[in-house]
């Protein structure tokens, strides 16, 4: 596998702001962040396995100390924190999961909700206790254990997938200070299984994405070279990795409409603060239609009118399962994906000129 690439993306609002959780194909290892999540057995006798710790020790250059960083237990399962110096993660949370936790999940996938719920609670415990993550990145949790014990059965690890996205999608909710969680697949013959998965919570939310039009075609094409120049001047590490995000997903056929939606409106709120900022606004909460209606006494009416398009759009397909059953159309279509980035378009030209008037 020669390089990262983004699969796919879900946009959280929260009272904090925008979050997103992110799916990966690539090393895990590529890149840097706050805090690593892996998993591991419980088994006092046996050295802890897998090849994200085997691979981590090696980067470090020692082994992990797994008895005197814990943070809590449940059911068996016990959960350690360690911080780490000097490495491309600032810290390093290992569940020790056993055995008899995973061999239930065929039945009715209890105990795998309850393994993802430890999860958040340990999240939760380590913000509470001060100690701040911006992103978090992982792998499928017990992934390996699932394809030992289920080696046929693709449909338990495919609901372990839907499991783990979910419920991390929600604790992203009401995360302190989390601005996004990367769920990483390095292994090639899973990424039919997590496709599957994805395509289940997109049928649950409603959502389709297989059109590409010449009119939509050149609005990419636009766009990709506009995030190409917005990448190449002074901007933020997350923004790059955002943009680069967002590029990728427009390269992709058929076009995932949610998902371009949505990281649209991620690009539109950085926007919006790095404006905010240059026109020295003070503003009173992080959610995006304050950030943006902060901006009324600076940019145009029609600007502003563009930026809450793509706000209310991004939102709508973030939420669609919540929508009325009743409403007409019942999924994103091609106008929609238009209108996003017929705004966003305009919306990126601006942008580059103001920075470009400021340099």
Not at 231 to 254: G, H, T, W
Not at 334 to 348: E, H, P, R, Y
Request: proline share 2%; net charge negative; aromatic share 8%.
């Amino acid at each position: 596998m020669n390089e990262t690439r983004i699969l796919d993306t879900f946009v959280v609002e929260s009272d904090q702001g925008l979050r997103s959780f992110n799916i990966y194909e690539g090393d895990i290892f590529e890149q840097k962040g706050d805090l690593l999540v892996l998993s591991t057995h419980s088994s006092k006798r046996n050295a802890p396995t897998g090849w994200i710790l085997t691979g981590l020790q090696e980067k470090l250059g020692r082994e992990l100390n797994l008895d005197s960083t814990h943070v809590l237990s449940w059911k068996g399962i016990s959960v350690h924190f360690e911080e780490i110096a000097d490495f491309q993660f600032k810290g390093l949370l290992t569940l020790r999961v056993p055995l008899s936790n995973i061999e239930s999940l065929p039945s009715d996938n209890t105990s795998y909700e309850e393994l993802i719920d430890v999860l958040t609670a340990a999240l939760t415990i380590l913000e509470n206790l001060g100690i701040f993550f911006s992103d978090v990145s992982f792998p499928v949790i017990a992934g390996q254990r699932i394809s030992d014990i289920l080696p046929g059965n693709d449909a338990s690890y495919k609901k372990a997938l839907e499991i783990l996205i979910e419920r991390s999608k929600k604790w992203l909710e009401t995360s302190k200070n989390c601005t996004s969680l990367n769920l990483f697949v390095y292994e090639s013959e899973k990424l039919e299984l997590l496709t599957n998965a994805l395509y289940t919570i997109r049928e649950r939310h409603n959502i389709h994405g297989d059109i590409v039009g010449d009119i939509l075609s050149s609005l990419i094409r636009q766009v990709t070279d506009q995030i190409s120049v917005l990448q190449s001047l002074k901007v933020s590490a997350s923004l790059k990795r955002s943009l680069n995000d967002l590029k990728q997903l427009l390269s992709y056929e058929p076009v995932s409409i949610q998902s371009i939606n949505s990281n649209s409106r991620i690009i539109i709120e950085y926007m919006a603060k790095d404006l905010i900022n240059a026109f020295g606004i003070e503003i009173q909460d992080n959610k995006l239609y304050t950030l943006i209606d902060s901006l009324k006494n600076k940019l145009s009416p029609w600007v502003i009118s563009y930026m809450h398009a793509i706000r209310f759009i991004g939102n709508s397909s973030s939420h669609a399962s919540h929508l009325n059953k009743d409403y007409v159309p019942k999924s994103m279509k091609k106008s929609d994906l238009l209108a996003v980035l017929g705004a966003l378009t305009n919306l990126l030209s601006l942008w580059i000129n103001l920075r470009n008037a400021d340099r």
